[in-house]
């Protein structure tokens, strides 16, 4: 082999370091860790509908939407706020202030309509995709279900270079997806399986890097 051929070599060998640091982001093989699910306590949101009944007191329960501003109204009290607390923090205030009116009062607070955890437990696509989405989060869910629903891919899109975006301990962290693999070639080392909050997006194709 010759010298230029050596030197042939290792420039390739350098630019190819050079572009994978330059891109921040792992191997595409790279299987994301899972971010922390632990179960928490659930905290109503803008939109919930809670049902709040207060024991031997009809008149004063009902089923009421938590308004935009987080508040709710009720009976004797007016307005409450119910946004970012747990269901007993909320039956436990409702119940100390009721005490004022009478003797004893037993409430009990349930979200019968958890809207905004729907909000928040969604997987975004966005980026070269025929129809950019943002769609409910089902058990099972892999990156190319979601990239079927918004679509497939368009001629612009950089599919090699798609990144998986995890919030991970209150951090997004991005995770190489090789689109063209799964949907060309049949590979799926990185279809990986979705959770909550995670957020696709698919980059367009840049002449720099030769992609035509």
Known sequence: MTTITFVRAGLVAILGLLITACTGLPSSSEMPPASDLEPE?????????VSIHVWRNPELGQSIVVRPDGFISMPLMGDVKAEGKKPEVLASEISTTLGEFIRTPEVTVMVTNPLSKEFRNRIRVTGQVASPQSVAFQPG??????????????????????????????????FGLDLEAILIDGDMRTNHALQPGDVISVPRKQLFRGEL
Do not use: C, K, W
């Open 41 to 49: 306590p659930y905290e109503i949101g803008v939109g919930d509908t």
């Open 141 to 174: 869910m892999t990156v190319l279900d979601v990239v079927l629903m918004a679509g497939g891919i368009t001629d612009f899109a950089a599919d090699s270079r798609a990144v998986l975006h995890r919030q991970i301990n209150d951090e997004y962290q991005s």
